[in-house]
């Protein structure tokens, strides 16, 4: 039998789960109904910053591996919880809605789950969170928008929900 959970423990979850969530308690603090703010404005796809380009139209430089990329890393991180910000919208209350495009947004987001996880375990989160520093109302209004999101309400118990989010924000084997 599960244990008994509190009203928030949908938002207590999030910190516990993994690398890309911990900038989330750094920029977020509790979430609606536990002390929080009220609802956020909804995330609107594609609404982050476009990538950046050479100024002179030349080749990029070598680039770095993203764990040592932090504004690309951040860039990245912020489209990716933007992306399960809208899922989470669509999916309403859609609990296996929401499981599935949690697990298409895995894959597509596997170089980020790895490279915040490889950040925080070689304690580089301050850098991380000095390159998200430029999205921060980004990032909070998708991170809001999830934690106060009814499918994060309803699913957070549920086994198929909780291992898609798992997969997608916890630290890689």
């Known amino acids: 039998m599960l244990p008994r959970r509190e009203a928030c423990d949908h938002a207590r979850m ?17 979430s ?61 209350e859609d609990c296996a809605a929401a499981s599935a495009k949690l697990g298409g947004l895995a894959a597509a987001y596997a170089d980020v789950v790895a490279a915040n996880a490889k950040v925080l375990h070689e304690g580089r989160a301050k850098e991380l969170k000095q390159a998200l520093g430029k999205y921060s109302d980004q990032f909070e209004t998708a991170a809001k928008s999830i934690v106060q999101s009814p499918a994060m ?3 957070y118990r549920d086994p198929a929900f909780t291992k898609a989010y798992d997969d997608l924000v916890g630290t890689p084997p």
């Open 153 to 155: 309400a309803k699913c």
């Open 32 to 92: 609606p109904g536990c002390g929080g703010p009220g609802p956020a404005k909804p995330v609107q796809p594609g609404a982050g910053p476009p990538a950046a380009q050479p100024a002179d139209g030349a080749p990029a430089p070598e680039a770095l591996p993203l764990d040592r990329d932090y504004p690309r890393l951040a860039e990245r991180a912020v489209q990716l919880y933007q992306e399960v910000a809208e899922a989470f919208r669509v999916a309403d």
């Open 14 to 30: 999030l910190p516990r789960r993994g690398a890309v969530l911990v900038v989330l308690v750094a920029l977020l603090g509790p």
